[in-house]
């Protein structure tokens, strides 16, 4: 465990005193800051996070900064333990999607605010939340330490925060999750491979009682608006409006594959003729067969009936000044 001081603004720590020497004093905390790093996440294996972390912190005069490395699965629980303890004002994940995802999911309905240094292949909710993926910048976002709240998604019993679904993309994530390399390469080429056989599925979806019987080459439902790399699957999602938005991918021939994914990486699915879109509270997807699904780059699996739902304003999260949803 390694602690360093770094620099920040001091907060208001909603001192009460009366005479203006004495609540300088009480005003004067150093916010503490923990970042836990997850080194083997993401598709940067080359960097060494924690001296990169240090030499960061070193940079900064008020902060008060501890570091917490998670090397093995067990290290999970005690390091989530201390990082909700409410002993810290921000809790930073350096990592990659599922380093972020568990950590938020560990700080929801907490005083302890998430903050992140993405280091993964996708970065789905910092693109989507507006943070730099330059280690640096995003420091700069912890040190200004201004704080929003957002909603949290419920797939079943499991949290996601960006997106989660059923389908071809489950599929692929799976596949990607198994694969010795990674990065947005590897996932594009695993992507055209399967294309051609990968077969869509009929779904019965209620959502807020509005029924639809369709056959679908994925369902994806969205708090955020992308899966990462800037593949916007559900483009009018906002983090914090307690909102799911959800995206319906058609069956395509394989010669519209790069037509979707232009409109795919242009924001712009939802004008799609191959996509169908819908908003709500509450989902409940019926499937044929139970198989794989994903939630916030995760794979797993899950059956036949699956319930999506929304916890409103839940986490608090550190996100740029300019951030609007």
Not at 70 to 88: H, K, M, P, V, Y
Not at 193 to 199: A, C, F, M, S
Not at 260 to 282: H, V
Request: proline share 3%.
């Amino acid at each position: 465990m390694l602690t360093s001081v770094f620099f920040g603004e001091i907060p208001n720590s909603g001192c009460k005193c009366q005479w203006p020497f004495f609540t300088l004093l009480c005003c004067m905390r150093k916010r503490k800051v923990v970042f836990i790093i997850n080194p083997k996440s993401g598709s940067d294996k080359k960097t060494d996070r924690v001296k990169l972390i240090r030499e960061l912190v070193a940079q900064q005069d008020e902060f008060e900064g501890e570091i917490l490395l998670w090397e093995r699965i067990t290290d999970r629980e005690n390091i989530f333990l201390r990082a909700s303890s409410g002993e810290f004002d921000i809790a930073v994940a350096v990592g990659g999607d599922g380093t972020v995802s568990q950590l938020a999911e560990a700080l929801c309905r907490n005083t302890t605010a998430l903050g992140i240094i993405p280091f993964g292949s996708g970065n789905g909710l910092a693109r989507h939340l507006g943070i730099p993926l330059d280690p640096a910048a995003a420091m700069k976002l912890i040190v200004a330490g201004h704080v929003e709240k957002i909603d949290r998604g419920r797939f079943n019993a499991r949290s996601f925060f960006c997106t989660a679904g059923v389908g071809f993309d489950a599929h692929i994530g799976k596949l990607f999750a198994e694969s010795k390399t990674r990065g947005f390469w590897t996932y594009a080429r695993m992507t055209l491979r399967e294309l051609k056989n990968y077969h869509e599925e009929n779904y019965s979806i209620d959502i807020d009682g509005k029924k639809i019987e369709s056959k679908a080459f994925l369902v994806a439902i969205g708090n955020g608006g992308q899966y990462g790399n800037d593949a916007w699957i559900t483009p009018k999602a906002k983090i914090n409006d307690g909102i799911l938005e959800v995206t319906l991918l058609k069956p395509f021939r394989w010669w519209n594959a790069a037509l979707i994914a232009k409109k795919l990486f242009g924001k712009k699915l939802d004008t799609s003729s191959f996509a169908e879109t819908y908003s709500g509270k509450k989902i409940k997807i019926v499937r044929e067969r139970e198989g794989a699904s994903h939630y916030d780059g995760e794979p797993d699996s899950a059956g036949k009936e699956i319930l999506v739902t929304i916890d409103e304003k839940v986490l608090n999260m550190v996100v740029p000044a300019a951030f609007a949803g």
